[in-house]
């Protein structure tokens, strides 16, 4: 978890209509530990959690999940919206 983190937000894609885009990132986490598969909640928080680090990085404070059609990576455009 990377500082400033916790004050970057998740939106849907019609609500960043009037923000700076800064980019995106793709992230990908581990979805098997041995033999275990780990739960789809818990990849996603990973995955947004990594989102939210990489838009502090980028100057962003809002990030907008994508389409993905591999379990284990998702792709975040990031912007900026608040002043």
Same mark, same amino acid.
């Given at each position: 978890?990377?500082?400033?983190? /916790?004050?970057?937000? $998740?939106?849907? @894609?019609?609500?960043? #209509? ?25 990849? /996603?928080?990973?995955? $947004?959690?990594? @989102?939210?680090?990489? #838009? ?28």
């Amino acid at each position: 978890m990377r500082h400033g983190s /916790e004050r970057v937000s $998740l939106a849907d @894609a019609n609500q960043v #209509a009037n923000c700076e885009p800064k980019g995106n990132i793709t992230g990908s986490v581990l979805t098997e530990i041995g033999l275990f598969t780990r739960s789809v909640e818990a990849v /996603e928080a990973n995955l $947004l959690q990594l @989102a939210l680090n990489g #838009a502090v990085d980028k100057g962003g404070d809002t990030v907008v999940k994508k389409d993905t059609s591999k379990y284990g990576e998702r792709t975040f455009d990031i912007y900026k919206c608040r002043p």
